[in-house]
């Protein structure tokens, strides 16, 4: 594969100090909307979006939303400090936007969880419940975050983020703890109730490799391809984009050599490129995705040339 960026469609510093984790539902015709969050002073996310025009290889910005569509919940939920979102899809008419849910503790720096919210009129978003839709279990008893949810053939298939194990080692890294995470498989009926597999999809594959993050999943030809984010490869700490592939949905390959994208030598994804979301729109291949600061720089985006 080979992407050719197009820079910031969406950058910082004007109407969002954060613009991370761009997830896009497709609206009518060539307008899709842009799901993101983005961070008040007290570093809690709420989940905003616009809409863009996607035609010819090029995006451009209709409008934003005058608001958020959904804030962080109330006191003590799993959600109270902070949403950020994964995934938006149709179901019956309405909907369904799959987020996680942040809450501080103390032992480590936050759990996570993921929640769902409904909108029955296209805009106006409303819990399903004040409870996870699916929490810490048997096989990810650590952390829940991050889905990524299709439909075929009326199963509900679910890739998300599983928490391994939390690890501390001294004064280095995050409050001197690091987070293991890889990449899961569930199905359902409704895209509520989940059966959840016990083996990972993907799995870490370098030495010093600790987070999986964020699948994106595409069926083309039989083949489903998936797009996720990894830290400490081969190519240094912070984030770079992964991609692997599967003729089942369950069992992967990795084929991060082929993933087409890589850092800038300058600018706002020179440090770290992180979260895509991968559309096939037109006969093309589009890629939104965050670079420096975890979304801290914008949400840019890049074509794809070569398969």
């Excluded at 609206?27 to 035609?55: C, K, P």
């Excluded at 799993?78 to 995934?87: K, L, N, Q, R, Y």
């Excluded at 030495?207 to 994106?216: D, G, H, Q, S, W």
């Excluded at 037109?282 to 600061?293: A, I, Q, R, T």
Aim: hydrophobic letters at 35%; charged letters at 25%.
């Amino acid at each position: 594969m080979k992407w050719k960026k197009r820079g910031l469609i969406f950058p910082t510093g004007i109407v969002a100090t954060y613009a991370s984790l761009p997830t896009v539902l497709k609206m009518q015709g060539n307008v899709f909307r842009v799901f993101y969050a983005s961070r008040d002073r007290n570093n809690i996310s709420s989940i905003y979006h616009f809409e863009v025009t996607i035609e010819n290889g090029r995006c451009e910005i209709l409008k934003h939303s005058k608001g958020p569509v959904l804030t962080a919940g109330r006191l003590a939920t799993f959600d109270e400090h902070g949403v950020t979102p994964s995934m938006a899809i149709y179901v019956d008419g309405k909907i369904y936007l799959y987020y996680t849910g942040w809450q501080r503790w103390n032992s480590v720096p936050f759990n996570f969880a993921i929640g769902l919210a409904i909108s029955e009129d296209g805009g106006t978003f409303k819990r399903y419940r004040e409870v996870p839709i699916i929490d810490r279990n048997e096989y990810s008893p650590f952390l829940i975050a991050s889905p990524f949810v299709i439909c075929e053939s009326g199963i509900f298939r679910m890739w998300y983020v599983g928490g391994v194990k939390w690890e501390s080692y001294g004064s280095q890294g995050e409050d001197g703890i690091k987070h293991y995470y890889n990449i899961r498989y569930a199905e359902s009926m409704d895209g509520i109730r989940w059966t959840l597999y016990p083996k990972p999809c993907i799995d870490f594959r370098y030495e010093n490799e600790y987070a999986i993050a964020r699948p994106v999943v595409l069926k083309e030809n039989g083949v489903y391809k998936m797009w996720f984010s990894y830290r400490a490869g081969p190519k240094g700490s912070t984030y770079r984009i992964g991609y692997a592939e599967s003729k089942d949905g369950i069992h992967w390959v990795r084929k991060d050599e082929f993933v087409g994208i890589d850092v800038s030598k300058v600018g706002w994804d020179s440090e770290m490129i992180c979260y895509a979301y991968v559309i096939k729109h037109e006969n093309k291949k589009y890629m939104f995705y965050n670079g420096n600061g975890y979304g801290r720089t914008g949400i840019g985006y890049a074509v794809l040339e070569e398969e």
